[in-house]
């Protein structure tokens, strides 16, 4: 019998162009690019080296600076189904659609058939953090991922706009479909409760501020202050008797809203009353 021979490695790249790495690999032109450092220990075993690369597994960890993704712009994906929920102008669309990369981290395992699982994988692009994880299949050429989300600040996009109500927003984003074109899903879970949240805001707002103008409490103008008479403008003297009778008419005046007038009510009270007198 003969012993099948096996290839092992334990290899470290640093600094390596991971488009090169990967087009080699594969023989089909990356859709990732960027400069990192690659770690992978494992090996195959085989008649053939087609045939050990076929059987290859082991742990895989990839780091990334500064890279770029191509054939998906996930900010572009993002406001698209914003848009829906706005009801908005769409984005236009970019003719070359790509999504910057400032750091891409992940660690999987390489399995045979050439396919890559990737079960942590965590990606800073501007104004996002992703973290999620899925699986590449180097041989049919598709993929499958499902991503987690975290809007961090608020996105100001090329074209000089931004969306204030996506900061802090937590999203769900699914990458599947063919290598060279996948597709991307987007589900904007907070920010359709935050949007609805608002438009009920908006008519509870409407309709309170309707009931307190019905009321007459509350949201009014103020009436403006009648201004007041000049002393001594355009009026003589009382003399000593008028003196003496308009005293004793301004105490008798007070001494009766004394009387009559009642306590002041805070604006809840007053606005019970109100009510109880509608009803």
Same mark, same amino acid.
């Given at each position: 019998r003969k012993d099948v021979p096996r290839l092992a490695l334990k290899e470290k790249l640093t600094g390596v162009q991971v488009n090169e790495l990967l087009t080699a690999f594969t023989g089909e032109e990356a859709t990732l690019i960027g400069r990192?450092?690659?770690t992978f220990t494992g090996g195959g075993n085989g008649m053939t080296i087609a045939t050990m690369l076929d059987e290859m597994k082991g742990n895989l960890t990839i780091d990334i600076k500064d890279g770029t993704y191509l054939g998906t712009d996930v900010w572009y994906e993002v406001r698209k189904v914003y848009a829906r929920i706005d009801k908005s102008a769409p984005p236009p669309e970019p003719a070359e659609p790509s999504t910057e990369i400032q750091s891409l981290s992940a660690t999987g395992k390489l399995k045979p058939g050439m396919r890559i699982q990737n079960d942590s994988l965590d990606v800073r692009i501007p104004f996002m953090r992703v973290n999620g994880q899925g699986?590449?299949?180097?041989?049919? =050429? +598709?993929? $499958?991922?499902q991503f987690n989300g975290k809007v961090?600040?608020?996105p100001v996009f090329e074209d000089g706009t931004d969306i204030d109500k996506l900061n802090g927003v937590s999203l769900g984003l699914g990458l599947s479909g063919s290598i060279d074109d996948p597709s991307m899903s987007v589900e904007l879970g907070d920010i359709l409760g935050s949007v609805a949240k608002s438009a009920l805001d908006k008519k509870k707002d409407k309709a309170v501020g309707r009931l307190?103008?019905?009321?007459?409490?509350?949201?009014?103008?103020?009436p403006e202050a009648e201004p007041e008479a000049q002393d001594g403008a355009g009026e003589s003297a009382p003399t000593?008797?008028?003196?003496?009778?308009?005293?004793?008419? =301004? +105490?008798? $005046?007070?001494d009766g809203e004394q009387r009559t007038q009642e306590p002041e009510l805070d604006p809840k009270d007053e606005l019970k009353k109100k009510l109880r007198d509608i009803f």
């Open positions: 990192g450092d690659i699986e590449v299949d180097l041989e049919a =050429e +598709t993929l $499958a991922y961090i600040e608020t307190l103008d019905k009321l007459g409490v509350g949201g009014g103008s103020e000593g008797s008028e003196t003496t009778q308009l005293q004793q008419d =301004e +105490t008798r $005046a007070t």
